[in-house]
T-cell receptor
Framework: DAKTTQPTSMDCAEGRAANLPCNHS???????VYWYRQIHSQGPQYIIH???NNETNEMASLIITEDRKSSTLILPHATLRDTAVYYC???????????FGKGTTLSVSS | EPEVTQTPSHQVTQMGQEVILRCVPI?????FYWYRQILGQKVEFLVS????????KSEIFDDQFSVERPDGSNFTLKIRSTKLEDSAMYFC?????????????FGNGTRLTVT
């Protein structure tokens, strides 16, 4: 699976949009981009995933560049409860394991 | 919303003892996974399981580990002879197989402490 690069940490003010970047310059045409987050020591929580089109759900939006070499997870109105480690993962096909990196620690403050 | 359930939430065992961690995956899911996270470290993949057999495993998943789906609802991870370094959070996950809409859904883990 392709490797991803994320900033180690980011800060965001409560109520503002949090934009978390991810580089995956070696992504293949059949690899999906997944985003998960982990709050404290809870289990990783699925946020969103996409192949090449932008995606939106009740939690977040995923913007994938046209060349698919990078993506951005957008939390439109961050709250204190969004403080977590966010993982960007590329995955080749359904059923294969997700391999977690170190992720981005997002700190939301009031 | 359906969720993955893990029991117990915390287990303490002595070095050398066998331990079984239990998981109830989401009912219509077909793929099952175990991950672990040592305190302060990354979430690490251990094993995936499909159609009653291991489909993928990592280097961590050595002979002291085994997995089983003993009935239609449970998925277990057995550690035969626990070591101090097995102390970690163990997460179970499950996913649908078909199509691209198959994210893994994780339970909240079992904290294993080996003394």
């Amino acid at each position: 699976d392709a490797k991803t690069t994320q900033p180690t940490s980011m800060d965001c003010a409560e109520g503002r949009a949090a934009n978390l970047p991810c580089n995956h310059s070696t992504i293949s045409g059949n690899e999906y981009v997944y985003w998960y987050r982990q709050i404290h020591s809870q289990g990783p929580q699925y946020i969103i995933h996409g192949l090449k089109n932008n995606e939106t759900n009740e939690m977040a939006s995923l913007i994938i560049t046209e060349d698919r070499k990078s993506s951005t997870l957008i939390l439109p109105h961050a709250t204190l409860r969004d403080t977590a480690v966010y993982y960007c993962i590329v995955r080749v096909q359904a059923g294969t394991a997700l391999i977690f990196g170190k992720g981005t620690t997002l700190s939301v403050s009031s | 919303e359906p969720e993955v359930t893990q029991t117990p939430s915390h287990q303490v065992t002595q070095m050398g003892q066998e331990v079984i961690l239990r998981c109830v995956p989401i009912s219509n899911h077909l793929y099952f996974y175990w991950y672990r996270q040592i305190l302060g470290q990354k979430v690490e993949f251990l094993v995936s399981f499909y159609n009653n057999e291991i489909s993928e495993k990592s280097e961590i998943f050595d002979d002291q580990f085994s997995v089983e789906r003993p009935d239609g609802s449970n998925f277990t991870l057995k550690i035969r002879s626990t070591k101090l370094e097995d102390s970690a959070m163990y997460f179970c996950a499950s996913s649908l197989k078909q199509g691209d809409n198959s994210p893994l859904h994780f339970g909240n883990g079992t904290r294993l402490t080996v003394t």
